[in-house]
């Protein structure tokens, strides 16, 4: 998808190790997001940015960190993998309120926590 | 707190038919935006329709269209013409005044040759 970089796109970790997951996005959109796709569900929001140095949290925070430094940069940390993270992560950008109707998601990044 | 309901897990449809995937959502927020995705199965997300609450007019894009009830809180996904390719998991979502998106479970469309 245009715009918005993650890496890595796949990743084996082991419980307890830490990580981060990035995001980038060069359209200089204040809003950025990150989500979780268990297999057979929908997204669920982790946590979500509307500019830089705000953050707060989604649905499902626990276990992962964020910060937002620069526009550009979102970046997802895993403190101490567990298995029950195991699953699909997609980064999502965007203008803020409804003057950008679409969102740009980056291509997903696949973690399997052993 | 908003929620984006998705009734049917999976639908199936004949080659050149159209289909409906219904979505119902429930905000307090006056000003909202309604997005259908669709996810194939390499998993990347493609969007595919967009309507505001305030827009008059039911969203069209090519084969897609919006089917907008504001008063039942409904926003069914109709394509039109189905092709093989539009087999794939579609998502409705929804989007309040606080930015947030807001995910439906998806349905999983068969389109049948």
């Known amino acids: 998808n245009a715009g918005v970089t993650q890496t890595p796109k796949f990743q084996v970790l082991k419980t307890g190790q830490s990580m981060t997951l990035q995001c980038a996005q060069d359209?200089?959109?204040?809003?950025m997001s990150w989500y979780r796709q268990d297999p057979g569900m929908g997204l669920r929001l982790i946590h979500y940015?509307?500019?830089?140095?705000?953050?707060d949290q989604g649905e499902v925070p626990n276990g992962y960190n964020v910060s937002r430094s620069t526009t550009e940069d979102f970046p997802l940390r895993l403190l101490s993998a567990a298995p029950s993270q195991t699953s699909v992560y997609f980064c999502?950008?965007?203008?803020?309120?409804?003057?950008?109707?679409?969102?740009?998601f980056g291509e997903g990044s696949w973690l399997t926590v052993v | 707190a908003q929620k984006i309901t998705q009734t049917q897990p999976g639908m199936f449809v004949q080659e050149k038919e159209a289909v409906t995937l219904d979505c119902t959502y429930d905000?307090?927020?006056?000003?909202?935006?309604l997005f259908w995705y669709k996810q194939p199965s390499s998993g990347e997300m493609i969007f595919l329709i967009y309507?505001?609450?305030?827009?008059?007019q039911n969203a069209t894009e090519g084969r897609y269209s919006l089917n907008f009830q504001k008063a039942r809180k409904s926003a069914n996904l109709v394509i039109s013409a189905s092709q093989l390719g539009d087999s794939a998991m579609y998502f409705c979502?929804?989007?309040?005044?606080?930015?947030?998106?807001?995910f439906g479970e998806g349905t999983q469309l068969t389109v049948n040759p």
């Open positions: 999502a950008s965007s203008r803020t309120g409804f003057s950008g109707n679409t969102i740009y």
């Open positions: 359209m200089n959109h204040e809003y």
């Open positions: 940015s509307v500019g830089a140095g705000i953050t």
């Open positions: 905000t307090s927020d006056p000003s909202y935006g």
């Open positions: 309507q505001g609450s305030y827009d008059q």
């Open positions: 979502a929804m989007r309040t005044s606080g930015s947030r998106l807001t």
